[in-house]
């Protein structure tokens, strides 16, 4: 089986650096898969994406070095397996608040005896060779959302649930969560901030990595320093946003100092 280079990473100490796709587009999933990302992820729970749009995105991801991901809208057993038969090694799991909850996610990824996923990996089979069965169950990658009040209650029971591999923090539910705006990059000194280091240092004793969205390549640098192995910087569709207000705000700054220098 094709092995999985997010893993490989992470097993060697290293971050996985993760872009984030909200585009039903195989062209901007293509540019994105174009620009150094170890990782390209999905999002099917808040992005514009389906099983339909997806489906060529993957394929677009597949015709280079970067690894497939998603994040599926709920923790539903027959969306988690058909993307994992598409070919995903990585699935994001959102809003899982306790035990039950975690294990039937894992379950859900993986083969006979250790969970219940059924056998049809139509395209897992192109993707990650002939003998994809022998070694899917430890190849994906299974993360289960920290972000609700009752997760919070239950970290290290959900942390040590056999066969999760990390968490991943959503700033903006969990900020919810705890009675705070919504939002990313939570400064020092805020509620969200020290619940987001509670959870790392509880995914380290539970030795589970721990991944988390960004709004900032700055603050994402420094999740890593703080031991955060899977950072998540903005999506395509800000990407687009930011850089396209960056070139009209220039634009017009222009404008406006050439016009005065006529008056």
Not at 47 to 72: E, K
Not at 128 to 153: C, R, V
Request: net charge neutral; charged share 20%; aromatic share 8%.
């Amino acid at each position: 089986m094709r092995k999985n280079k997010a893993k490989e990473i992470i097993s060697s100490g290293n971050a996985v650096i993760n872009g984030w796709l909200q585009i039903p587009s195989s062209v901007s999933a293509e540019t994105m898969s174009q620009q150094g990302w170890d990782t390209l992820t999905i999002d099917m729970q808040h992005g514009l994406i389906d099983y339909t749009n997806a489906l060529p995105i993957l394929q677009t991801i597949s015709s280079t070095n970067v690894v497939p991901f998603a994040r599926v809208n709920w923790n539903e057993p027959g969306q988690i397996m058909k993307i994992l038969d598409a070919g995903c090694y990585g699935v994001i799991c959102p809003m899982v608040s306790n035990r039950d909850e975690a294990e039937k996610f894992v379950q859900a990824c993986k083969y006979p005896p250790e969970g219940y996923r059924s056998f049809g990996p139509m395209r897992g089979l192109i993707y990650g060779g002939a003998d994809y069965a022998d070694h899917a169950n430890s190849e994906i990658l299974k993360m289960a959302m920290i972000e609700t009040k009752e997760a919070l209650e239950n970290l290290d029971k959900i942390m040590s649930t056999p066969g999760l591999d990390g968490i991943y923090i959503g700033p903006a539910d969990l900020s919810l969560a705890i009675g705070e705006k919504p939002g990313f990059d939570k400064g020092e000194g805020t509620k969200a901030y020290s619940t987001i280091m509670k959870i790392l240092e509880h995914a380290k004793k539970n030795n589970i990595f721990a991944g988390i969205h960004n709004g900032s390549a700055e603050y994402a640098k420094k999740m890593i320093e703080k031991g955060f192995q899977f950072v998540t910087v903005g999506s395509d569709s800000r990407f687009i946003s930011a850089g396209a207000k960056a070139t009209i705000d220039r634009l017009k700054d222009t404008v406006k100092s050439e016009i005065s220098k006529t008056y």
